[in-house]
């Protein structure tokens, strides 16, 4: 049963102090404007929204339209863009990943058992003869005492690395089954880099990184971006790569070590083990050095205009990539269609106020989240309000496409004072807060605000709740884990105007509406909550 929207208006109203003649910016935020902005973000004349392509012409130019049209100031100066220099690097092995040892040697065929790349930016980068290392989960975290390099001087090496953290095996460990950072691909990335390996290598276990690999292999089939450094990113590892795990299976058992090795690596005081194996690989590259746009639309604040809160989107996606029953645009409607549309209905509802908010709002449509949060990164590091005057961010990503729920998740749930406005908020409209119901996946550190969260900046992001109105119990939870399943990161990811119900997306919209507003208007600064890892960041 649908509850008349009305309802939820009169809900609302009192606790974010608005009058009820004020009731228009709710009401900015409603289903029609909602598909209609996600039908045209998700269309395939958007070609899947990569940077780089037409479709990123397309994307930029929507969005900075848009905001004109509601009056809002360019966020750059007098641009609504801001400039995120990148390189486009479309890496292909050369051939089979070839694993030799004394014992024979094990091939392993490209997307089926092994993806592989590089972020160096040359024509041609070529491993030679690398031995390898098996190093645990590739950790290096003193405030738990885990130290998976120790003693290990893996210069001119390949290590290879297991995906999640410890805490994911045992819940004394780390965070327990919240991952932490350390469990995240990119660090293992980054700290291979750090200990100057040649080359790093992440075993997938489906439950542990919380995607198939089928995720990894449409994701890696194509060209990846980063962004551009003075080095080339020379200092980075050659290699990055991933491999099945029946892949890893295999060059265990030639490298003649337990079966279990990656038991034994769960528990405190592993140490490395060298395979006795070596690999070589040649990668050849494409690359293309471009430029691509963050977009930025301001609404001045009433009183103190230097501060601000932002709310953040990524209208990027994967574009035109590896064919799936023929489709081979990843139109990336739920991911992230409607987060960017959401932008758009907050920006709105804020301009039908009839005076703007004591503090400034940014609306930030950033580039490049798809390939590592690469536009939040570089707003991050270019921000046109200082780091120290940003309030919060707000961040929008997959939102809810299935109906209203009892609850909302807050994702990083214990993190910062956010979820306490979180919670007031949800209270407004009948409903409950709850943390993500998956925290292994390290979600906290798979979107935009992530990149605030490490410059001291306290972020909500939040997620679909799981508790259906109308429906029996866990038919909510089955809804986000089928679009995991059969749509994330594929061309599935469509926007059905007859299947989608609009009605959850809408009041959770409302919800952050509420939380802004409030932020928007208060001198306070919220804080990180102790324990969290950014507390020191902020001051």
């Not at 119990?473 to 926007?495: I, V």
């Not at 507003?517 to 507390?535: D, I, T």
Request: net charge neutral.
């Amino acid at each position: 049963m649908k509850v008349p929207i009305i309802l939820a208006l009169t809900a609302l109203l009192p606790g974010i102090g608005l009058k009820a003649q004020d009731s228009a910016a709710i009401k900015a935020i409603n289903p029609a404007d909602f598909a209609r902005h996600i039908s045209v973000l998700a269309s395939d004349a958007f070609e899947g929204r990569k940077p780089f392509t037409r479709g990123e012409d397309s994307s930029i130019q929507y969005l900075a339209a848009q905001f004109k049209q509601l009056g809002l100031k360019p966020g750059n100066g007098n641009s609504y863009f801001q400039e995120v220099p990148m390189v486009s690097i479309s890496s292909k092995p050369a051939g089979n990943l070839v694993i030799k040892g004394a014992g024979g040697e094990v091939s392993l065929q490209y997307l089926e058992d092994f993806v592989a790349a590089t972020r160096r930016v040359q024509e041609q980068v070529t491993i030679p003869t690398s031995e390898l290392v098996f190093a645990g989960y590739g950790i290096v975290a003193p405030e738990y005492n885990w130290n998976d390099y120790k003693g290990l001087d893996v210069k001119g090496k390949t290590v290879i690395v297991m995906i999640n953290d410890p805490g994911f095996a045992d819940s004394t460990l780390f965070k327990g089954r919240i991952m932490s950072y350390y469990g995240r691909w990119t660090y293992k990335f980054e700290e291979a880099s750090r200990q100057g390996a040649t080359g790093v290598i992440i075993i997938h276990e489906t439950a542990a990184a919380s995607y198939p690999w089928k995720v990894v292999r449409s994701g890696w089939s194509n060209s990846k971006l980063h962004l551009q450094t003075a080095n080339n990113n020379m200092h980075r590892t050659a290699l990055e790569g991933w491999i099945t795990l029946d892949a890893a299976k295999k060059i265990f058992q030639l490298a003649g070590v337990s079966p279990d090795i990656m038991q034994q690596a769960r528990t405190k005081g592993f140490k490395p083990v060298d395979l006795h194996l070596n690999t070589s690989l040649v990668i050849n590259n494409t690359i293309k050095k471009s430029t691509s746009h963050n977009v930025l639309a301001i609404l001045p604040g009433a009183k103190r205009p230097q501060e601000c809160v932002v709310y953040s989107a990524h209208w990027d996606h994967f574009g035109i990539g590896e064919p799936v029953k023929g489709d081979s645009i990843y139109n990336g409607a739920v991911d992230n269609a409607t987060g960017t549309a959401g932008l758009l209905e907050l920006a709105t509802a804020f301009t039908k106020l009839p005076q703007p908010p004591a503090r400034s709002l940014l609306f930030l449509s950033v580039t490049g989240e798809e390939q590592g949060l690469l536009g939040s990164e570089y707003y991050a590091a270019h921000p046109v309000f200082p780091m120290e005057k940003t309030v919060a961010d707000i961040n929008l990503d997959v939102l809810n496409t299935f109906g209203r729920t009892r609850d909302i998740t807050v994702i990083g749930f214990g993190q910062s004072e956010l979820d306490e406005y979180a919670l007031r908020a949800a209270k407004k409209q009948g409903r409950i807060t709850v943390p993500e119901a998956n925290p292994e996946g390290g979600w906290f550190f798979r979107s935009d605000h992530f990149n605030f969260a490490k410059k001291g900046v306290p972020g909500l992001y939040i997620g679909p709740g799981n508790d259906a109105i109308g429906h029996e119990a866990g038919w909510g939870k089955e809804q986000t884990a089928a679009y995991n399943r059969l749509r994330y990161h594929s061309p599935a990811d469509e926007f059905d105007a007859a299947t989608w119900n609009m009605d959850g997306m809408v009041e959770d919209i409302r919800l952050l509406f509420d939380v802004g507003y409030h932020l928007s208007n208060e001198s306070s600064f919220p804080a990180w909550k102790k324990g969290s890892e950014f507390k020191a960041y902020r001051k």
